[in-house]
């Protein structure tokens, strides 16, 4: 089997998806051909329409935005939806020449790629419903994102307890508003002494919390450095409002660091409420700090809430899981 995956680099987390799927494809002699484009033509996919597949091409994977670009006479085409910007539910947390582009030209795109594509997956229950609920039959087939748990793992030795010490929080992201960065100072300035926050600029935002007294940034971090921050970091702090599945969540619970999180979109798909994490009401500041205390007041909860995210990972969101489920789709093609 040939598997060609065409995409256009987004600086997001379907790019950091697309580099893991192909290199698990590849661990499973699967012949896989990973070919990246510009940024720009995102939002003209339609030029790609004339790029040759790789001779011998037996499948194609593509993303939702570009699929139909990709669609070519005799080979089967699947498409992902990774964040599925259509949602009602993302209105209030882009620009105003994001919602045009989305409400035109990107439900052009995705209203093309549903047509032609042989079968679409969402990555996560609430994904697959936000599309289903805009675009209508057929509903995409749910393929939970995957992450290595066999790189992000705990220190080997035990975190060092929180008390007598500033408990360590971490924020991985893109400073938007959609992610929840204009809730991080709030939240900061309502915990007070004791707490401090650690953070990544993410992939294409510059830093807005230079100005905050209890936070460093840790800049943009390589693979091996966003694993050591996950590791170092008590809690995990994710305001998110709007997540198609939180790869982000997964890596920080593989690592034995438990999650705050937003209770909206995906995140209850992948934090457990007071077993891998907490819960809170989006936009809530005052539930965030609270939690967040009530943990770190509980070293010995805290430790076995770190545990259990770090088996809870393993058990359901492993990438070789995640592999062998796209394999079984394109052999079934």
Same mark, same amino acid.
């Given at each position: 089997?040939?598997?060609?995956?065409?995409?256009? %680099?987004?600086?997001?987390?379907?790019?950091?998806?697309?580099?893991?799927?192909?290199?698990?494809? %590849?661990?499973?002699? !699967?012949?896989?051909?990973?070919?990246?484009?510009?940024?720009?033509?995102?939002?003209?996919?339609?030029?790609?329409?004339?790029?040759?597949?790789?001779?011998?091409?037996?499948?194609?994977?593509?993303?939702?935005?570009?699929?139909?670009? @990709?669609?070519?006479?005799?080979?089967?085409?699947?498409?992902?939806?990774? #964040?599925?910007? #259509?949602?009602?539910?993302?209105?209030? $947390?882009?620009?105003?020449?994001? &919602?045009?582009?989305?409400? *035109?030209?990107?439900?052009? @795109?995705?209203?093309?790629?549903?047509?032609? =594509?042989?079968?679409?997956?969402?990555?996560?229950? $609430?994904?697959?419903?936000?599309?289903? %609920?805009? #675009?209508?039959?057929?509903?995409?087939?749910? !393929?939970?994102?995957?992450?290595?748990?066999? @790189?992000?793992?705990?220190?080997?030795?035990?975190?060092?307890?929180? =008390?007598? %010490?500033?408990? +360590?929080?971490?924020?991985?992201?893109?400073?938007?508003?959609?992610?929840?960065?204009?809730?991080?100072?709030?939240?900061?300035?309502?915990?007070?002494?004791?707490?401090?926050?650690? $953070?990544?600029?993410?992939?294409?935002?510059?830093?807005?919390?230079?100005?905050?007294?209890? /936070?460093?940034?840790?800049? +943009?971090?390589?693979?091996?450095?966003?694993?050591? /921050?996950?590791?170092?970091?008590?809690?995990?702090?994710?305001? *998110? +409002?709007?997540?198609?599945?939180?790869?982000?969540?997964?890596?920080?619970?593989?690592?034995?660091?438990?999650?705050?999180?937003?209770? =909206?979109?995906?995140?209850?798909?992948?934090?457990?409420? &007071?077993?891998?994490?907490?819960?809170?009401?989006?936009?809530?500041?005052?539930?965030?700090?609270?939690?967040?205390?009530?943990?770190? /007041?509980?070293?010995?909860?805290?430790?076995?809430?770190?545990? /259990?995210?770090?088996?809870?990972?393993?058990?359901?969101?492993?990438?070789?899981?995640?592999?062998?489920?796209?394999?079984?789709?394109?052999?079934?093609?």
């Amino acid at each position: 089997m040939k598997v060609w995956l065409p995409y256009t %680099r987004g600086g997001s987390g379907s790019d950091v998806f697309t580099r893991m799927l192909v290199d698990g494809l %590849r661990r499973r002699d !699967i012949d896989t051909v990973e070919q990246p484009f510009a940024h720009r033509l995102q939002y003209a996919p339609w030029l790609l329409g004339r790029v040759p597949p790789p001779p011998g091409t037996d499948l194609t994977l593509a993303n939702s935005w570009n699929g139909f670009a @990709f669609k070519r006479s005799g080979i089967p085409l699947v498409t992902i939806e990774h #964040l599925f910007v #259509l949602d009602p539910a993302l209105s209030a $947390y882009r620009s105003f020449a994001q &919602g045009v582009f989305h409400k *035109t030209l990107v439900a052009h @795109f995705e209203r093309a790629s549903q047509r032609v =594509s042989d079968v679409q997956v969402a990555v996560s229950r $609430y994904t697959a419903d936000a599309h289903h %609920r805009v #675009l209508g039959d057929p509903r995409p087939q749910v !393929i939970l994102n995957g992450i290595d748990t066999t @790189f992000f793992t705990p220190h080997d030795q035990p975190k060092p307890t929180v =008390s007598g %010490r500033a408990v +360590r929080l971490l924020f991985v992201g893109n400073l938007t508003h959609r992610k929840g960065v204009d809730m991080i100072a709030p939240i900061m300035q309502a915990l007070g002494d004791g707490f401090e926050l650690r $953070y990544a600029v993410g992939l294409r935002t510059t830093d807005a919390l230079a100005s905050l007294p209890n /936070a460093t940034s840790l800049g +943009r971090l390589d693979h091996d450095q966003v694993r050591n /921050a996950y590791r170092d970091a008590d809690l995990l702090l994710f305001p *998110t +409002r709007l997540e198609g599945l939180p790869l982000v969540a997964m890596e920080a619970m593989a690592c034995g660091t438990p999650v705050i999180a937003s209770n =909206s979109s995906s995140l209850p798909e992948v934090i457990r409420d &007071g077993v891998t994490g907490r819960l809170c009401a989006q936009d809530d500041t005052a539930a965030f700090a609270n939690a967040i205390r009530e943990l770190c /007041a509980d070293p010995e909860n805290l430790r076995r809430m770190g545990e /259990a995210a770090r088996e809870d990972a393993v058990a359901r969101f492993d990438l070789e899981r995640m592999v062998g489920e796209y394999v079984d789709l394109f052999e079934s093609l």
